[in-house]
């Protein structure tokens, strides 16, 4: 069994930054791909960032040229740094592997 556990969110103002870690139990190189997600009050869940297995990442154009995912796979983690943040980048973050396992989610609250 697969468990993810996010942390790092919290309240931050605009323009600063922030990086969610996501550790893995388990292997994390069984993975194909990994990635984030968030979901804002009253708003569907939607991708932020993903990385597969062969390095390949995606990113929402929201969030293009400002955050970054990454593994470290000596860590068992994911990571996702975001830069430059703004009020609309408030929300729940999820972390995934395979979409298949989730962890409990991480808030990130951007405000003055």
């Known amino acids: 069994q697969v468990q993810l556990v996010e942390s790092g969110g919290g309240l931050v103002q605009p323009g600063r930054s922030l990086r969610l870690p996501c550790v893995v139990s388990g292997s994390i190189s069984s993975f194909y791909s990994m990635g984030w997600y968030r979901q804002a009050p009253g708003k569907q869940r939607e991708l932020v960032a993903g990385?597969?297995?062969?390095?390949?990442?995606n990113y929402a154009d929201p969030v293009k040229g400002r955050f970054t995912i990454s593994i470290d796979n000596a860590k068992n983690t994911v990571y996702l740094q975001m830069n430059s943040l703004k009020p609309e980048d408030t929300a729940v973050y999820y972390c995934?592997?395979?979409?298949?396992?989730w962890g409990q989610g991480t808030q990130v609250t951007v405000s003055s």
């Open positions: 995934h592997q395979n979409l298949l396992y």
């Open positions: 990385i597969t297995r062969g390095g390949r990442t």
